[in-house]
């Protein structure tokens, strides 16, 4: 799985990504995370990636048949499972 980049649209971030499944079989997809959930400091920017492999990973470990172009959108749930798990890392590291 590569990350290639994000671009800013009226829905939010879109991460996109490029899998290579074989020499023949290259698909891309694209994650997105609204725009309130960083402009509401839900999501970091720096963690926009991360949260967005993270799905796709889940996604393709579900069906690895899914058609290029296929787009995702980061739930409240994602982002809430996510602000749990950075923090409880966060304390670790304090410890």
Known sequence: MEYIGFKSSTRGR???FHVRFSPQDSRD???TISSEAFR???V???D???ICSSRLRRELTANLDLPTGTS???DEKE???HTRTHTSETL????
Not at 92 to 95: E, I, L
């Open 29 to 31: 997809y694209t994650v």
């Open 72 to 74: 995702f959108l980061i």
């Open 48 to 50: 926009g990636p991360n």
């Open 14 to 16: 879109e991460y996109r």
């Open 92 to 95: 670790k590291d304090r410890d």
């Open 40 to 42: 509401s400091r839900r």
């Open 79 to 81: 982002m809430d499972d």
């Open 44 to 46: 970091s920017y720096q």
